[in-house]
Structures are given as structure tokens and as C-alpha cells.
């Protein structure tokens, strides 16, 4: 997939347009989240993963489409990870970012850490996580795909709308751009 423009949006602009209608469809998460990726920006449809150091589903994602065909187009999609907060492995290195940006992934949002930062930092996406930690993760084939996660006590669904900026991110139902 080529290289799409990211969406314009501001967190705080859907914050202000929505803190009045804060539901179950209008979620903030906390402000715990390093920004490591070469877009700052980004944006899209969840698709979520969870696992506890080890990272055999983040790579089985990465290594496929990230985007989705929809009635208007292709739109990008986040990959949402529920690591379990842990920090004692890192479930995102260099090879799997680049893999995402040649995938054409919007980004990766990582309740746990990432290493390799000088590569991630070159690649054309996203990239949100708890820290950085030099050791890999342990390959057992445990984690599961697509159901609700909970990400830092903020519950994500797949297919709910991603949107992650130097403010924060913000996660909605629908799309809200």
C-alpha cells in the first residue's frame, strides 16, 4: 500500500468537542505513552492483540495488511497490544516496525515496551509505547487476537477508532474525522 497521508486531527479538539459526551464510546487514555515512531500522528480502526512477553501475534499482525477496504477506500488501521504493562521485554524492535510502515499500518500502540528507538524513529509510522527495554521477548505462541483489550484500565475494541498525538490519544467507536 503506499504511503497515505495521515488524517488531520488534534486530540484536544476531540477532546473539547466530546468531554461533555463522555461514554462508553468517548475514552481517554492516560498520559503514560512515549512517542518512538517516525510519524507523530496517526490514526485509524483498532486491531487488537494480547500477550505477555512474548510477541508471536504482534509479528504475525505486522507481517500482514494494515489496512481494511471500506465502501470510501483503504483506510490504515492501529495495531493496539495489550502487553500487560509489563516492562521486562520489549514486544516491538527495528524489524517489526519496518515490517508495519511496509504493511502500511498507521501505527502501533503498545501497553508494554519497544526497542531499537535510532530505527524506529526512521520508519513512516506511528509508534506509542511504555518504555524502552533491550531484551526481546520469549517466542511461546501465547496471546490472542481480536477481542476486547484493556489498555492501561481503558478498555479498546477492534475495530474501534485510534487516534494518537503529541497531546495523548484518544479512542472512539466511531470514526470522529
Given amino acids: 500500500m503506499p504511503d497515505t497521508p495521515p488524517i488531520a486531527f488534534s486530540t ?17 487514555l492516560p498520559p503514560v505513552f512515549r512517542d518512538f515512531g517516525g510519524r507523530h500522528n496517526f490514526c485509524g480502526p483498532a486491531y487488537t492483540v494480547q500477550c505477555f512477553e512474548d510477541n508471536t501475534f504482534v509479528k504475525q499482525a505486522l507481517d500482514a495488511p494494515g489496512w481494511i477496504d471500506t465502501p470510501t477506500g483503504r483506510v490504515a488501521r492501529v495495531l493496539v497490544v495489550d502487553g500487560g504493562a509489563s516492562l521486562r521485554r520489549a514486544l516491538l524492535g527495528g524489524n517489526l516496525a519496518a515490517a508495519a510502515a511496509r504493511q502500511g499500518w498507521a501505527g502501533v500502540l503498545i501497553d508494554g515496551c519497544v526497542r531499537d528507538l535510532a530505527e524506529l524513529e526512521l520508519q513512516p509510522v506511528g509508534i506509542r509505547a ?28 477492534p475495530g474501534d477508532w485510534v487516534y494518537a498525538d503529541r497531546d495523548g490519544v484518544v479512542v472512539n467507536s466511531t470514526p470522529l474525522v
Avoid: N, Y
Avoid at 13 to 18: I, K, M, N, P, S
Fill in 12 to 28: 484536544c479538539d476531540l477532546c473539547d468537542a466530546h468531554v461533555r459526551s463522555m461514554s462508553v464510546d468517548f475514552r481517554v
Fill in 130 to 157: 511504555l518504555a524502552a527495554m533491550p531484551l526481546p521477548t520469549e517466542k511461546r505462541q501465547q496471546g490472542q487476537v481480536q477481542l476486547p483489550v484493556r489498555v492501561q484500565g481503558v478498555w479498546i475494541r
